[in-house]
């Protein structure tokens, strides 16, 4: 029953910094697959990074360089770090969790899998140029 809460979003300049959190409730396993999705408006659902037991990462190519997915495993806690911030950025950003783990394609988290077993609510991020 493991249950997400993200926070984080807000309204920034481009080029500014946002850090979101993912607060994981429940009893989420260790063996699991982590991942930062956005959804802007009228679009899809992409993944923006991915991270699974080991700390092993994978990341969109448009953030890549610019975005960290990281967590906190005592605190249970998920974070996406955002740098240089595009008007491009601009999304409803949804953390996920599913408990059976990443699925590895040469040894990184696949970025295509997003039948995740648990979403967050979302947190609004809006970039100004």
């Known amino acids: 029953q493991v249950q997400l809460k993200e926070s984080g979003g807000g309204s920034v300049q481009a080029g500014g910094s946002l850090r979101l959190s993912c607060v994981a409730s429940g009893n989420p396993a260790r063996s699991s697959c982590m991942a930062w999705f956005r959804q802007p408006p009228n679009n899809e659902r992409e993944a923006v990074a991915v991270?699974?037991?080991?700390?092993?990462?994978n990341y969109a190519g448009s953030v890549k360089g610019r975005f960290t997915i990281a967590k906190d495993n005592a605190k249970n806690t998920l974070y996406l770090e955002m740098n240089d911030l595009k008007t491009e950025d601009s999304a409803m950003y949804f953390c996920a969790y599913d408990p059976w783990g990443c699925t590895l394609i040469n040894g990184s988290p696949s970025l295509v899998n997003t039948d995740y077993r648990h979403w967050g609510q979302g947190t609004q991020v809006t970039v100004s140029a």
């Open positions: 991270i699974d037991l080991d700390g092993t990462t």
